[in-house]
């Protein structure tokens, strides 16, 4: 009886520090080998009305992000089909440190630069007018990736991600535009501007055809990152 | 018999001047990890000489930050959850799923009312809403001033990566520099000889990581090409030993790293003062 508050203790620390159950807070994975230096920050979309921001059927634009983050970080595709003994199939893989996001947009900012993260990446999917979720004019839909206006490290890797995800993602129209005041977005975002990383915020597909959604799901695209990453940093192994 | 003694225990005290003697050049054999730890840049914490050290000192801050953000809402009479970052370090199995997002305080936030839950999140953040992604109405991490609980604890410990992240553009280039010096190039083009010679033909190393990668564009990863890629990589280090490719790129990262801490030493004074000051605060809150 007298040591029972010691155990209740072990306890909540035990379900806190169980990934997946209870109260969770970022999720940082290592590398499985070598450290290869970088550290690469996922920051998953937590927009207040996501399931009801046009995704297709009951999909939701968060939970997307968070599983195509996951899936970038610790997935088992490589050139899209199942691999899971690649020495590239994802990040970790790579040899990088990732951590993936789990609170807030500020907590995501804050942590990031916290952590010496060396590549910033929010994951997003996109969405437009479009309001037929069956529609299939894939030159309305792609992949788009906006960095900083001046930031030339950002739209290297924003290019390189437009060019490694975009090109399997099935809308034609991929490109990359700069932030503030390209009309790709009105917003000044808040994660390109107040974030030290080299950050490049990508719009993996529009949310808002099912085609797009049923990629978007498919998780056989996330190694792509690691590839987009490896091309940016010159493979460091 | 007495002499044939005396030639044994001759002939064995030469075998060990020998070996020592061997032994005694295999370890003035120069390794790349030795070069770089004496990088200049390694005296200061967070950039990446010592990750294991840092990575402790960086999971007791975050626990100290998340116990300041608790004890500051406390005294505002909200709740808080301390919930540092999880550390995963083993290789998830195939078939494992995500799963949902769940974090407590800001599940704790959406069940308030609108009024309620804005009030909160300017005690935490200083700003009415956490997830508005404009810029102007977020709060500015390098702001003296502001952010609420949350913007005083990162102030209050800005951590062993402080001086690394501010610096991170410049550190990229640096790190990325190495590779475009003459004379890794020209320990490149030895490599690339020597991995000729046993008759692959690759310019660089990246080249040779990249390799699989690039023939994904032409949809053409089978399962020879992935055994001669292996091939090729156990190749590669052969002759990395043979040219001294990594040697040479630990002395040049060495070179510019020296170059880094001349240009950055201010920056980085300040950074080393700052963290034995926060180490006392570190060792108040997580001893």
Known sequence: MRFAHYWIGIAILSVMLLPGRGARADEIYDPYNSWNGYKVYLSPARHSDAGNRGECGNNNENNMAYNSSWHATNGWHYNDVYNDTSAYRNLRARGYQVRIGTGTLQSAIDNSNAWGANLHIPMHSNASGNTDCNTTNSSAFGTVVIYRDGNANGQSLANQLKDKVGYKSPGTNDYTCYNPNHPCTLIDLGELRLINATAAYQESEFHNWWTGVNWINDYSWPWRMGWAIDQFLGYPR | ?287
């Not at chain 2, 800001?106 to 997830?131: F, K, Q, T, V």
């Not at chain 2, 090409?225 to 490719?245: I, K, N, P, S, Y």
């Not at chain 2, 006392?280 to 001893?287: A, G, I, K, S, W």
């Open chain 2, 1 to 287: 018999m007495r002499r044939i003694l005396l030639i044994l225990v001759g002939a064995g005290l030469a075998l060990f001047a020998a070996w020592s003697s061997i032994s005694a050049e295999i370890s003035h054999v120069p390794k790349a990890a030795d070069i770089l730890a004496k990088s200049p840049l390694a005296v200061y914490p967070g950039f990446g000489h010592n990750m294991q050290a840092d990575e402790a000192r960086f999971d007791r801050e975050s626990l100290a930050r998340e116990q300041l953000i608790a004890r500051c809402m406390g005294q505002q009479d909200l709740p808080y959850t301390a919930v540092p970052p999880i550390r995963i370090d083993e290789i998830i199995s195939p078939g494992e799923t995500p799963k949902p997002l769940i974090d407590p305080n800001a599940e704790y936030a959406e069940s308030l009312e609108p009024d309620e839950r804005r009030a909160y999140y300017l005690a935490l953040y200083g700003i009415p809403d956490p997830n508005d992604p404009r810029a102007d109405r977020l709060h500015d991490p390098d702001s003296p001033t502001g952010g609420g609980c949350s913007g005083e604890a990162f102030r209050t410990i800005r951590g062993v990566y402080a001086a690394q992240s501010d610096l991170n553009e410049q550190y990229i280039a640096m790190r990325r520099s190495v590779m475009q010096d003459e004379r890794v190039k020209a320990a490149e083009q030895r490599w690339s000889a020597c991995m000729q010679d046993r008759g692959y033909e690759y310019a660089s190393p990246r080249d040779l990581l990249a390799a699989l990668d690039q023939a994904t564009l032409q949809e053409a990863i089978i399962t020879e090409l992935t055994q001669q890629h292996q091939q090729a990589m156990d190749v590669a280090d052969t002759c990395g030993t043979e040219v001294e490719l990594e040697i040479t790129v630990a002395e040049v990262r060495v070179d510019k790293e020296t170059a880094f801490v001349k240009v950055h030493q201010d920056r980085l004074t300040r950074h080393l003062e700052r963290l034995r000051t926060e180490a006392t605060r570190l060792e108040q809150l997580v001893p």
